[in-house]
C-alpha cells in the first residue's frame, strides 16, 4: 500500500526558510506527478505546488515566487523549499500524487508555524 512519511517541518519567524521532504512508497514514484497540500485549522486541504514526472512544476498563487518543489526519483522523495515565510504558510504540510481523489491515503503530515 502506498506510504508517504513526510519531515522537516518546525517553527520559523517570519521570513525565515524551511525545506520539507516527503518519502513515499508503494507507488511507482518517477510516473507520478507530485504535490505538496496543506491544511490550517478549519480550513479545506488546499494543493500548493504540483510537479510533473518531466520536472514541470506549478504553484498556487499564494506561494508563487517563495515555495520550490522538486524531486529525487533515486530517493522517492519530494521536496518543499520555504523562503520568504508568512504567519499565514502556518499549516501542516502533505505530499501526495496529484491530483490526490477521494479515497487516497495520507501521511501524518509535517507542522510547519510561522511566528510573527
Known amino acids: 500500500q502506498v506510504q508517504l512519511v513526510e519531515s522537516g517541518g518546525g517553527l520559523v519567524q517570519a521570513g525565515g526558510s524551511l525545506r520539507i521532504s516527503c518519502r513515499a512508497s508503494g507507488i511507482i514514484f518517477s510516473r507520478n506527478a507530485m504535490g505538496w497540500y496543506r491544511q490550517s485549522p478549519g480550513k479545506q486541504r488546499e494543493l500548493v505546488a504540483v510537479?510533473?514526472?518531466?520536472?514541470?512544476?506549478n504553484y498556487a498563487d499564494s506561494v508563487k515566487g517563495r515555495f520550490t518543489i522538486s524531486r529525487d526519483n533515486a530517493k522517492n522523495t519530494v521536496y518543499l523549499q520555504m523562503n520568504s515565510l508568512k504567519p499565514e504558510d502556518t499549516a501542516v504540510y502533505y505530499c501526495?500524487?496529484?491530483?490526490?481523489?477521494?479515497?487516497?491515503?495520507w501521511g501524518q503530515g509535517t507542522q510547519v508555524t510561522v511566528s510573527s
Open positions: 501526495n500524487v496529484a491530483p490526490a481523489g477521494s479515497g487516497r491515503s
Open positions: 510537479i510533473t514526472p518531466g520536472d514541470g512544476t
